[in-house]
T-cell receptor, first 114, second 114 residues
Framework: QQQVKQSPQSLIVQKGGISIINCAYE??????FPWYQQFPGKGPALLIAIRPDVSEKKEGRFTISFNKSAKQFSLHIMDSQPGDSATYFCAYPPWVAGRRALTFGSGTRLQVQP | DTGVSQDPRHKITKRGQNVTFRCDPISEHNRLYWYRQTLGQGPEFLTY????????KSRLLSDRFSAERPKGSFSTLEIQRTEQGDSAMYLC????????????FGPGTRLTVL
């Protein structure tokens, strides 16, 4: 049962370039869409999240944009740095049994070359 | 460091042995989650506690798996009669009662079953 489709699977970007990761959702009738960042050997950490009442949210070099008609969210990393090299996950966020039942996408492995 | 901690960080065991992992959530976080992550995939939900009550278990959690959170603080995940297919990273996460959207992940326990 596919609830979120993430692409690309891997991405190589030159330092200073723009990294773009997409997530397509079957159902966008939720109140919260988070993106997590995971470095090798570490657990995932919340990077940025958006509520669908806005079409874009920016935090530093990271921006989430929401295309409602395409049911797609995109993460843009501006001025990509080698320190951004990590795996990025979007998550499907319904409430189940009183918890945020995060179902993660398959991940995008980003490599930023110096 | 007041983040989520997990012990051990690595565990190598032989097939058929039992293993137990421990998770110490962020202090005062009443919600605790266990996930499993295999190579190249996003974390998959295993089970969820609210205080000491185990409120939900995934179909992924076979009869060989058991989790406890006896005093509503730390939690343990036990795998009995381990199989090679159990090899994965086991992640613990916690969230506070007042803000359940964000889950704070620990560094994980990497299990290798030989």
């Amino acid at each position: 049962q596919q609830q979120v489709k993430q692409s690309p699977q891997s991405l190589i970007v030159q330092k200073g370039g723009i990294s773009i990761i997409n997530c397509a959702y079957e159902n966008t009738a939720f109140d919260y869409f988070p993106w997590y960042q995971q470095f090798p050997g570490k657990g995932p950490a919340l990077l940025i999240a958006i509520r669908p009442d806005v079409s874009e949210k920016k935090e530093g070099r990271f921006t989430i944009s929401f295309n409602k008609s395409a049911k797609q969210f995109s993460l843009h990393i501006m001025d990509s740095q080698p320190g951004d090299s990590a795996t990025y996950f979007c998550a499907y966020p319904p409430w189940v049994a009183g918890r945020r039942a995060l179902t993660f996408g398959s991940g995008t492995r980003l490599q930023v070359q110096p | 460091d007041t983040g989520v901690s997990q012990d051990p960080r690595h565990k190598i065991t032989k097939r058929g042995q039992n293993v137990t992992f421990r998770c110490d959530p962020i202090s005062e976080h009443n919600r605790l989650y266990w996930y499993r992550q295999t190579l190249g995939q996003g974390p998959e939900f295993l089970t969820y506690f609210q205080n000491e009550a185990q409120l939900e278990k995934s179909r992924l959690l076979s009869d060989r798996f058991s989790a406890e959170r006896p005093k509503g603080s730390f939690s343990t995940l036990e795998i009995q009669r381990t199989e090679q297919g159990d090899s994965a990273m086991y992640l613990c996460a916690s969230s506070p009662a007042e803000s359940t959207d964000t889950q704070y992940f620990g560094p994980g326990t990497r299990l290798t079953v030989l």
